[in-house]
């Protein structure tokens, strides 16, 4: 996507393979800049602290974090350690572990002298693959809004077609075009009148940072909301559709987002406004059928819920206490949304309905 004209991926290799750049998020909106990642645990800690973040972008630099530790150390010891120690950065995003499987499947085979190469190959191929992925779930959810779009109660059919998101699942949290912003750029591009409510999504405030800025620079009308402001605007008609993305999909369509998108599916349910998760084939995890009972949900710092992050007057980015001195406070990253709830599931293979079967017909399992 584009930055004042420029089109940028998030991830990339400098330096002949020796090194890897990246966005650093934890600056937007605020402050565009790159980091370089030289070693393991430089990657490691990007991904932990999310200066990097997103599901399919964790995965794609699990993956050259892999290939980072290979140059260092090919060894079949080394290769593990590594694997485990990415592994352990970010529990609930199941991209992370099958980005870092391919790798470890593709390299372990080979002799330690070709491993680091041959990881380098794989990690720019999850990376390909990826932005393909994403384009064509953009071009499929871009489908879904012209078929609602379509079918509008009179009185609104006239405006812009109002999307609800949250989070960030656009083009920073992959390697480009995004999920669930994907089929938004797209429509935008195809001269389709569309408007964004963006969850500010507390506590770290990836929509209101993240996904603002994206679709600022693209020139997307768009409005921040608070996050418990899409329930009042469902009840009022200012909703078309719903649209999040997925950190990790059941075989049978139970989703696992960031935190709050459960009360936005009920809101949804309740006020008959369609809810679609937009992912990659990468999101799903074929082992775990009942999302709730089996998705392990990461539980950050305190400090993302006491404190909040932002541009004071003068300039400088830094954070100031919410809460007051001594009071608890507990922060879970991802919430679970039933399956039955979900409207569809938007794939770069097309839609399924959230169930076992849709997605088996889909991916023929
Ligand atoms: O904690 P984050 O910012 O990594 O969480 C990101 C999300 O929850 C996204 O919605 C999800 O990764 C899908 S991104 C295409």
């Known amino acids: 996507m584009n930055i004042d004209g420029t089109p940028w991926r998030t991830i990339g290799l400098e330096e002949g393979g020796r090194s890897v750049w990246v966005i650093d998020q934890t600056l937007l909106p605020h402050r565009f800049a790159t980091r370089s990642l030289t070693s393991l645990e430089q990657a490691a800690e990007a991904i932990r602290t999310m200066v990097v973040r997103g599901a399919p972008l964790i ?21 593990q350690a590594a694997f485990e120690q990415l592994l352990s950065t970010r529990p609930t995003a199941v991209n992370l572990r099958w980005a870092l499987e391919r790798v470890r499947e593709r390299v372990v085979p080979l002799p330690p002298e070709q ?89 770290r405030n990836q929509g209101a940072s993240l996904t603002a800025f994206e679709l600022g620079r693209e020139g997307v009308p768009h409005t921040v909301i608070v996050d418990n402001a899409g329930g009042h605007l469902m009840q009022h008609g200012q909703v078309d559709a ?52 089996g998705i392990p949900i990461e539980a950050r710092s305190a400090e993302e819920v006491t404190h909040i992050q932002g541009r004071g007057d003068a300039g400088g980015i830094s954070a100031v206490q919410l809460t007051p001195d001594g009071s608890a406070s507990f922060n879970p990253a991802f919430d679970v949304t039933p399956a039955r709830l979900v409207t569809g599931l938007i794939t770069e293979r097309g839609v399924a309905p959230a169930s076992a079967a849709g997605l088996g017909a889909l991916y023929g399992r």
Not at 63 to 79: E, F, I, R
Request: proline share 5%.
């Open 59 to 79: 995965g794609v630099t699990g993956a050259y974090g892999l290939m980072l530790a290979l140059q260092a150390d090919p060894s079949d010891g080394a290769l």
């Open 115 to 203: 491993r680091a190469a041959a990881a380098q190959q794989e990690a720019g191929l999850i990376a390909d693959e990826d932005v393909a992925m994403c384009e064509a779930i953009g071009e499929h959810g871009l489908a879904i809004f012209q078929q609602l779009a379509a079918v509008r109660p009179a009185e609104r059919r006239h405006g812009p077609f109002n999307v609800l998101t949250h989070c960030n699942a656009g083009w920073l949290a992959t390697v480009d075009w995004g999920t669930a912003l994907a089929p938004i750029y797209k429509a935008h591009r195809a001269g389709m009148p569309i408007h964004v409510w963006v969850d500010e999504t507390r506590p």
């Open 242 to 293: 719903v649209i999040v993305g997925s950190d990790r999909t059941t075989a049978t369509g139970d989703v696992c987002n960031k935190i709050g998108t459960y009360l936005k599916a009920l809101a949804a349910h309740d006020n008959g406004v369609p809810f679609y998760v937009a992912l990659p084939a990468s999101t799903i995890d074929w082992t775990i059928d009942d999302g709730v009972a």
